[in-house]
C-alpha cells in the first residue's frame, strides 16, 4: 500500500501542530504582547486549560505533567488557575465569543471533581461562553463513578482516553498497566454521562510489540465502539525526557517494522468502517471531525487534527500555548514559577513567537498538506521548496499540479516530511524532533 523508503523518512521532523512551532519560541515574548493580542481579539475563540498533574506518571509520556501526590500544591495550582483565567478575561473585548473549551493534561481527572466543578464554574462566571462544544481528555485509571455527573453537568460531548494498548506485557513495559475491564468500565461511564465522540489513543512502535498486538488492540478499541482512534508511533527520546530511560530501548521495533505497524493499523482501521483524518487519526464516518475531513474543513492546532475553525485559541495554565494570528505565545512551563508570576498580578507569558506574513503563508501550506493531503503553493514558496521536494516527487510520492501540491495516496506516511520542506526554521533548529513515522 505505501512504498518504504527509509532514507526519506530518515530525518525526525515536528508533528506540525503549530507553525512556527514550539522549538522556534524564544523569550523575547512576554506579558505585554500577550496582552495587546487578547486586547485586539474579536469574535470566536476556543480555550484550552491545561492540569499538568497525573495520579500516576506513565514511563513514555512527554507531556508537561507531574504526579499528584501533594494535594497543597494541587490547590495552589488551582488557586492560580482561577486568577489567570480573571486576568485573561478582563483583557478580551465584550463582542467575544467563546465556542469550544477544552481541558487537556496531564489528567483533567487527577484533581478532585468538585474542584473541577468549581474550575468550570470561575470560566462561566468570567467569559462570554456560546453553546461552547466541551471536550476533556481522561485518564482511566482513576476516573471513578463520581466523574459521571461532573461530565454530564459541564455539557461535554467529546472526550479522549489514553488507552495506547490492550495487552498487559506491553501495559508493562511502558508503566501503563490498566486491566481492559478498567477501559470498559470507564467508556461505559463516559457514555452514561453524554459523551457521544469518544477518542482512544493508542500507540504503535512500543518495546516488545509485535504486529498481532497492535492488530489486538485496534479490533478491541473497535468493539468498544470508540468514535475517533488517533494512533500514535512512540517516540524514543530519553535524551530529552528522562522518565523514558526506565523503557528498554533493546526491545523496541526497528523502522522497518515501525513502518509495517503504521501501515497495517491504517489498514485495519479503514476497513473496519473508519475514515482516514490526516496521517494519524481515525473517526466513524457519523463523527464531526470525519465529516470535516470529507466536507474540507478540517484544521490543526496544538491539539491535533480538529473540526474547529476558530483563529483564536487561548490556553490557560502551566505550559499552555495561545494561538493568535499574529502570534504565538507559551505560559511558563514549571507549575511552581508559574503560580508565582500569577500571585504579582500579571500574566505568565514566558516564551513566543511573532507570525510575520510568509509565517503564515507558509502555516497555510503545511496545514492543507497535512489536513487535505494538498495545498496551493505561492511560485516563491514552491521554487524554494524545490529541491527539498525534489526527492519525494521523483519517487512519486507527491507532485505538482495547477498551482497545487498534491500528496498521492502511498505519500501519506512522508506528509510531515512533505511538508516540513517548507519550514525554514528546520534547517538551524537545534530541536530534535520525532521520528516521522
Known sequence: MWPYLPVLLDRPVPRYTSFPTAAEFADDIGPADHIAALRAVSGDVSLYIHIPFCEAICWYCACNTGAANRRQRLASYLDALRREIRLVARNLAPEVRVRRIAFGGGSPNAIAPVDFVRLFDELVLRFPLVEPVVSIELDPRSLVEEWEPVVRGIGATH???????????????????????????????????????????????????????????????AAMGADRIALFGYAHVPHLIARQRRIDATALPDKAARFAMAQDGYRQLVEAGYRPVGFDHFALPGDPLAQAAVGGRL??????????????????????????????????????????????????????????????????????????????????????????LAPYCDAGLCAFADGELVIAPGGLPYARSIAAQFDPYRQQSPRQFSSAI
Not at 182 to 187: F, L, Q, W, Y
Open 299 to 388: 484544521h490543526r492546532n496544538f491539539q491535533g487534527f480538529t473540526d474547529d475553525a476558530a483563529p483564536v485559541l487561548i490556553g490557560l495554565g502551566a505550559s499552555a500555548i495561545s494561538q493568535f494570528p499574529g502570534l504565538l505565545v507559551q505560559n511558563e512551563k514549571n507549575s511552581g514559577r508559574y503560580r508565582m508570576m500569577i500571585s504579582q498580578e500579571g500574566l505568565p507569558s514566558a516564551l513566543g513567537i511573532r507570525r510575520t506574513a510568509d509565517d503564515r503563508r507558509r502555516g497555510t501550506v503545511i496545514e492543507g498538506l497535512l489536513c487535505h493531503g494538498r495545498a496551493g503553493v505561492p511560485p516563491a514558496l514552491a521554487h524554494q521548496a524545490a529541491p527539498g
Open 159 to 221: 472526550a479522549s482516553m489514553g488507552v495506547q494498548t490492550f495487552a498487559p506485557h506491553l501495559q508493562a513495559a511502558i508503566g501503563r498497566e490498566q486491566p481492559m475491564q478498567m477501559i470498559a468500565r470507564s467508556t461505559a461511564i463516559l457514555r452514561q454521562a453524554g459523551i457521544t465522540s469518544l477518542n482512544f489513543d493508542l500507540m504503535y512502535g512500543l518495546p516488545g510489540q509485535k504486529d498481532v498486538d497492535l492488530a489486538e488492540t485496534l479490533a478491541q478499541a
